[in-house]
Nanobody
């Protein structure tokens, strides 16, 4: 059983930056970030493969967010720049033992508890 622990959320002004981290207790192959705002469906943000570093980004993240991982520490990061009020959401880390990079939330087997990101205007 893999456990995921997110950190790094908080309150930031529009235009600011935050870096989220997610530490996995077990070995994972593909790791991802999703987010969910109140009253909205869970949205894909980014994913990264353990093997080849292959990445995919959701439309909400392209050009502003960067996903990376440290395989030694079994940790994935999400660097978020130029934050906007509409980025306000709970951000969830997800992981799977499958090797492909996918954007469907039901592809992932393990989920963290989430970390709140709030962006003020």
């Amino acid at each position: 059983q893999v456990q995921l622990v997110e950190s790094g959320g908080g309150l930031v002004q529009a235009g600011g930056s935050l870096r989220l981290s997610c530490a996995a207790s077990g070995r994972t192959y593909t790791m991802a970030w999703f987010r969910q705002a109140p009253g909205k469906e869970r949205e894909f943000v980014a994913a990264i493969s353990r093997w080849n570093g292959n990445r995919d980004y959701g439309d909400c993240a392209k050009g502003r967010f960067t996903i990376s991982r440290d395989n030694v520490k079994n940790t994935v990061y999400l660097q978020m720049n130029s934050l906007k009020p509409e980025d306000t959401a709970v951000y969830y880390c997800a992981a799977t033992a499958k090797s492909g990079v996918r954007n469907e939330y039901d592809y992932y087997d393990y989920w963290g508890q989430g970390t709140q990101v709030s962006v003020s205007s």
